[in-house]
Nanobody, 120 residues
């Protein structure tokens, strides 16, 4: 059983930064691909970024690459999402995911989510 716990969300002004964390537990999670998706009100969940188990291969949504950076602390089984130059359209619930592939879906392991609100 994989368990994922997100933290680090909150309210930030446009142009600000936040770092989300996802602490993972479970026997197999250390070898899984982990990442982030987000869901804004009234919209479908969208892929944000993912990272392989060793932390040396990353993938990003084309629209977010350059502002968001994903990283992984293998020893701590924790994945981070550094978000810079945040915009109001980044407002969403951010979910951590873990799976054996990069295409996170309903069958993937998901956390409960953390709210990010970008507003002045």
């Amino acid at each position: 059983q994989v368990q994922l716990a997100e933290s680090g969300g909150g309210l930030v002004q446009p142009g600000g930064s936040l770092r989300l964390s996802c602490a993972a537990s479970g026997r197999t999670v250390s070898r899984m691909i982990m990442g982030w998706s987000r869901q804004a009100p009234g919209k479908e969940r969208e892929f944000v970024a993912a990272i392989n188990w060793s932390g040396d291969s990353t993938y990003y949504s084309n629209s977010l690459k350059g502002r968001f950076t994903i990283s992984r602390d293998v020893a701590k089984n924790t994945v981070y999402l550094q978000m810079n130059n945040l915009k109001p359209e980044d407002t969403a619930v951010y979910y951590c995911a873990a799976d054996n592939h990069y295409h996170f879906n309903l069958g993937s392991n998901w956390g409960q989510g953390t709210q990010v609100t970008v507003s002045s």
